[in-house]
């Protein structure tokens, strides 16, 4: 890729510029409502990320259809009812300087009958998710596919019409879109289902209906991004072959950007520990030439963006936004010594960052780094 860097713009396919190279990641806040609204202290924290000067905010999930839902007080796109909470997120993130792409999703198995109010969580196939106590899905209904296509596409207008710049899609994680491609949790016949090709058919079908409510409801250029996992670690899983496949075929369909989910920018294969290939360079190497990449995982320093920027185009930043809010501001300013290199508990009242997500970090040991 050559040295890019953090602070030049960058202008996507669609043709939205990004005023830099940075963005912020998709990360839960366990903090919207109940009923899937934006809460005050949700709001609070994006404006503050914003406002630091990073090109954009991807926002932390939200679900297309209520049984989508994959975990208590998400954000909801399920509803024109969202629309008003929707678009005091996208002005939140707007106001203060950066565009504003909504994550969408369905969680599928991931989710449980606790979250969903007694609903039993849907998936390709009857196939339970390969972790402690995790429920049977009831497998989808050609005519429920059908219906959860559509409710993407819906999604996907109420993100307009609450004046966002763009969504992405989120096919990581193993998430519905994700098991769909899986071998392990799509074990259909039918056309959704099979070999490598017709495990493509659902996440194909997403992106379609996502760019038809773009053309059909706005005139204005509009972000449209596709996040995905490189391989599974299960049997049978995914592989990075299998994906590289998938991304091919994406690669062809005028996005504007794929975004890999990785823990690690450089992480090796999770399936093959003889298989030390940084994950992002196969990537990079099979669609960069076609697509714009954003590569992530565990960057913080200005070294550790400069070597990323030298493969990818753009980077998305997670933890070290929400340790300091003003971390891109102080990277500006040249004052990379300022930064808070772990979430400071004495500092909690000038984070900005909502309880229930605050309680998260400070439960999960080794998720954040964590300091008086």
């Given amino acids: 890729m050559g040295n890019n860097s953090m602070f030049d713009s960058y202008t996507l396919p669609s043709g939205v510029t990004l005023k830099n190279r940075i963005l912020m990641a998709p990360m839960t806040t366990y903090s919207s409502e109940k009923n899937g609204d934006i809460s005050e202290d949700?709001?609070?924290?994006?404006?503050?990320?914003?406002?630091?000067?990073?090109?954009?905010?991807?926002?932390?999930?939200?679900?297309?259809?209520?049984?989508?839902?994959g975990f208590q007080y998400s954000i909801?796109?399920?509803?024109?009812?969202?629309?008003?909470?929707?678009?005091?997120?996208?002005?939140?993130?707007?106001?203060?300087?950066?565009?504003?792409?909504?994550?969408?999703?369905?969680?599928?198995?991931?989710?449980?009958?606790?979250?969903?109010?007694?609903?039993?969580?849907?998936?390709?196939?009857?196939?339970?998710?390969?972790?402690?106590?995790?429920?049977?899905?009831?497998?989808?209904?050609?005519?429920?596919?059908?219906?959860?296509?559509?409710?993407?596409?819906e999604a996907t207008r109420r993100a307009i019409e609450a004046?966002?710049?763009?969504?992405?899609?989120?096919?990581?994680?193993?998430?519905?879109?994700?098991?769909?491609?899986?071998?392990?949790?799509?074990?259909?016949?039918?056309?959704?289902?099979?070999n490598l090709e017709k495990r493509m058919t659902f996440p194909l079908a997403i992106v379609d209906a996502v760019q038809t409510a773009a053309n059909q409801y706005t005139k204005e250029p509009f972000i449209i991004g596709y996040r995905f996992s490189p391989?599974?670690?299960?049997?049978?899983?995914?592989?990075?072959?299998?994906?590289?496949?998938?991304?091919?075929?994406?690669?062809?369909?005028?996005?504007?950007?794929?975004?890999?989910?990785?823990?690690?920018?450089?992480?090796?294969?999770?399936?093959?520990?003889?298989?030390?290939?940084?994950?992002?360079?196969?990537?990079?190497?099979?669609?960069?030439?076609?697509?714009?990449?954003?590569?992530?995982?565990?960057?913080?320093?200005?070294?550790?963006?400069?070597?990323?920027?030298?493969v990818t185009p753009l980077v998305a930043i997670g933890r070290a936004l929400v340790t300091d809010p003003e971390w891109f501001s102080k990277m500006e300013k040249g004052e990379d010594d300022s930064i808070f290199p772990a979430v400071y508990v004495s500092k909690k009242e000038e984070l900005d960052i909502p309880n229930p997500l605050w309680d998260k970090i400070m439960q999960v040991k080794g998720w954040f780094k964590v300091a008086d």
């Fill in 163 to 194: 004046g966002f710049d763009g969504v992405e899609i989120h096919g990581a994680n193993t998430y519905l879109i994700h098991q769909f491609f899986s071998p392990h949790s799509n074990r259909r016949t039918d056309k959704w289902g099979g």
């Fill in 231 to 310: 391989e599974e670690y299960q049997d049978p899983g995914f592989t990075m072959d299998d994906t590289l496949k998938l991304l091919r075929v994406l690669a062809e369909k005028d996005l504007d950007y794929l975004h890999v989910s990785l823990g690690h920018f450089f992480g090796s294969s999770n399936r093959d520990e003889s298989d030390t290939t940084p994950r992002i360079e196969l990537i990079q190497e099979a669609i960069g030439d076609k697509v714009p990449v954003i590569g992530v995982g565990t960057l913080e320093s200005r070294e550790d963006i400069e070597k990323a920027l030298q």
């Fill in 42 to 69: 949700e709001l609070i924290y994006y404006a503050r990320r914003a406002k630091s000067g990073i090109g954009a905010v991807i926002t932390a999930c939200a679900y297309a259809e209520p049984l989508g839902a």
């Fill in 76 to 153: 909801g796109a399920e509803s024109d009812e969202r629309i008003p909470s929707l678009q005091k997120l996208a002005s939140a993130i707007k106001d203060n300087g950066s565009k504003a792409i909504l994550q969408i999703f369905h969680a599928g198995r991931q989710s449980n009958s606790n979250v969903l109010k007694g609903e039993q969580p849907v998936s390709a196939s009857a196939v339970a998710a390969p972790r402690d106590n995790a429920e049977v899905p009831r497998e989808m209904t050609e005519e429920e596919i059908e219906k959860t296509i559509a409710s993407f596409k």
